[in-house]
Nanobody
Framework: QVQPVESGGRLVQVGESLRLSCAAS????????MGWFRQAPGKEREFVAA????????DYADSVKGRFTISRDNAKNTVYLQMNSLKPEDTALYYC????????????????????WGQGTQVTVSS
Protein backbone atom coordinates (compact mmCIF):
# COMPACT_ATOMS: atom_id res chain seq x y z
CA GLN A 1 0.00 0.00 0.00
CA VAL A 2 1.05 3.60 -0.47
CA GLN A 3 0.61 6.65 1.72
CA PRO A 4 0.16 9.96 -0.14
CA VAL A 5 1.38 13.32 1.14
CA GLU A 6 0.25 16.45 -0.69
CA SER A 7 2.07 19.75 -1.03
CA GLY A 8 1.99 22.93 -3.06
CA GLY A 9 -1.27 24.51 -2.04
CA ARG A 10 -1.32 28.24 -1.38
CA LEU A 11 -3.18 31.49 -1.99
CA VAL A 12 -3.22 32.59 -5.64
CA GLN A 13 -5.03 35.18 -7.75
CA VAL A 14 -7.68 34.46 -10.34
CA GLY A 15 -6.13 33.31 -13.59
CA GLU A 16 -2.87 32.19 -12.07
CA SER A 17 -1.39 28.71 -12.22
CA LEU A 18 -0.37 26.32 -9.47
CA ARG A 19 1.11 22.85 -9.36
CA LEU A 20 0.27 20.43 -6.59
CA SER A 21 2.51 17.49 -5.79
CA CYS A 22 1.74 14.22 -4.08
CA ALA A 23 4.63 12.14 -2.84
CA ALA A 24 3.69 8.59 -2.02
CA SER A 25 5.64 6.18 0.12
CA UNK A 26 5.74 2.51 -0.73
CA UNK A 27 7.65 0.39 -3.23
CA UNK A 28 4.48 -0.53 -5.11
CA UNK A 29 3.50 3.04 -6.08
CA UNK A 30 3.76 2.34 -9.78
CA UNK A 31 1.01 -0.28 -9.59
CA UNK A 32 -1.69 2.07 -8.29
CA UNK A 33 -3.88 4.54 -10.06
CA MET A 34 -3.75 7.93 -8.38
CA GLY A 35 -6.40 10.57 -8.05
CA TRP A 36 -7.04 14.10 -6.91
CA PHE A 37 -10.22 15.12 -5.12
CA ARG A 38 -11.24 18.39 -3.53
CA GLN A 39 -13.63 19.60 -0.89
CA ALA A 40 -14.83 23.15 -0.51
CA PRO A 41 -16.35 24.44 2.75
CA GLY A 42 -19.90 23.22 3.14
CA LYS A 43 -19.68 20.95 0.12
CA GLU A 44 -19.09 17.26 -0.43
CA ARG A 45 -15.75 15.97 -1.62
CA GLU A 46 -15.64 15.79 -5.40
CA PHE A 47 -13.52 14.09 -8.02
CA VAL A 48 -11.00 16.27 -9.86
CA ALA A 49 -8.66 14.03 -11.86
CA ALA A 50 -7.15 10.56 -11.95
CA UNK A 51 -4.34 8.79 -13.76
CA UNK A 52 -3.77 5.11 -14.42
CA UNK A 53 -0.86 3.23 -12.89
CA UNK A 54 1.28 3.60 -16.00
CA UNK A 55 0.18 7.13 -16.77
CA UNK A 56 -1.36 6.27 -20.10
CA UNK A 57 -4.97 6.97 -19.18
CA UNK A 58 -6.40 9.99 -17.43
CA ASP A 59 -9.83 11.20 -16.41
CA TYR A 60 -11.05 14.67 -15.44
CA ALA A 61 -14.09 16.29 -13.96
CA ASP A 62 -15.91 18.43 -16.50
CA SER A 63 -15.29 21.51 -14.35
CA VAL A 64 -11.51 21.25 -14.78
CA LYS A 65 -11.13 19.81 -18.28
CA GLY A 66 -8.81 21.92 -20.37
CA ARG A 67 -7.43 23.73 -17.31
CA PHE A 68 -5.98 20.99 -15.12
CA THR A 69 -3.49 18.28 -16.04
CA ILE A 70 -2.61 15.25 -13.98
CA SER A 71 0.70 13.48 -14.46
CA ARG A 72 2.96 11.10 -12.60
CA ASP A 73 6.61 10.22 -12.29
CA ASN A 74 6.86 6.64 -11.09
CA ALA A 75 10.61 6.92 -10.64
CA LYS A 76 9.95 9.62 -8.04
CA ASN A 77 6.78 8.09 -6.57
CA THR A 78 5.07 11.39 -7.25
CA VAL A 79 1.87 12.51 -8.93
CA TYR A 80 1.22 16.10 -9.97
CA LEU A 81 -1.77 18.29 -10.63
CA GLN A 82 -1.02 21.28 -12.85
CA MET A 83 -3.80 23.84 -12.45
CA ASN A 84 -4.08 26.71 -14.90
CA SER A 85 -6.57 29.56 -15.25
CA LEU A 86 -7.64 29.16 -11.65
CA LYS A 87 -11.06 30.40 -10.63
CA PRO A 88 -12.53 31.28 -7.21
CA GLU A 89 -14.66 28.12 -7.42
CA ASP A 90 -11.44 26.06 -7.45
CA THR A 91 -10.89 27.07 -3.82
CA ALA A 92 -10.86 23.88 -1.78
CA LEU A 93 -8.83 21.43 0.22
CA TYR A 94 -7.21 19.16 -2.35
CA TYR A 95 -6.64 15.51 -1.53
CA CYS A 96 -4.43 12.96 -3.22
CA UNK A 97 -5.43 9.32 -3.09
CA UNK A 98 -4.22 5.92 -4.23
CA UNK A 99 -6.59 3.39 -5.73
CA UNK A 100 -7.64 0.37 -3.74
CA UNK A 101 -6.65 -2.06 -6.47
CA UNK A 102 -3.58 -2.27 -8.65
CA UNK A 103 -3.00 -2.48 -12.37
CA UNK A 104 -6.38 -1.21 -13.49
CA UNK A 105 -6.37 -0.18 -17.13
CA UNK A 106 -8.59 2.82 -16.53
CA UNK A 107 -8.32 4.98 -13.41
CA UNK A 108 -11.34 5.08 -11.12
CA UNK A 109 -13.15 8.32 -10.40
CA UNK A 110 -15.22 7.43 -7.36
CA UNK A 111 -13.84 8.14 -3.93
CA UNK A 112 -14.95 4.68 -2.79
CA UNK A 113 -12.42 3.17 -5.21
CA UNK A 114 -9.50 4.87 -3.49
CA UNK A 115 -8.11 3.33 -0.34
CA UNK A 116 -5.28 5.58 0.83
CA TRP A 117 -5.70 9.31 1.31
CA GLY A 118 -3.44 12.19 2.18
CA GLN A 119 -4.24 14.96 4.64
CA GLY A 120 -4.91 17.54 1.95
CA THR A 121 -3.37 20.81 0.83
CA GLN A 122 -5.33 24.08 0.76
CA VAL A 123 -5.77 26.00 -2.46
CA THR A 124 -7.36 29.43 -2.23
CA VAL A 125 -8.10 31.47 -5.33
CA SER A 126 -8.71 35.12 -4.60
CA SER A 127 -10.52 37.52 -6.87
Amino acid sequence: QVQPVESGGRLVQVGESLRLSCAASGRTFSGYAMGWFRQAPGKEREFVAAISYGGGNTDYADSVKGRFTISRDNAKNTVYLQMNSLKPEDTALYYCAASSTRFSYRPPNRSADFGSWGQGTQVTVSS
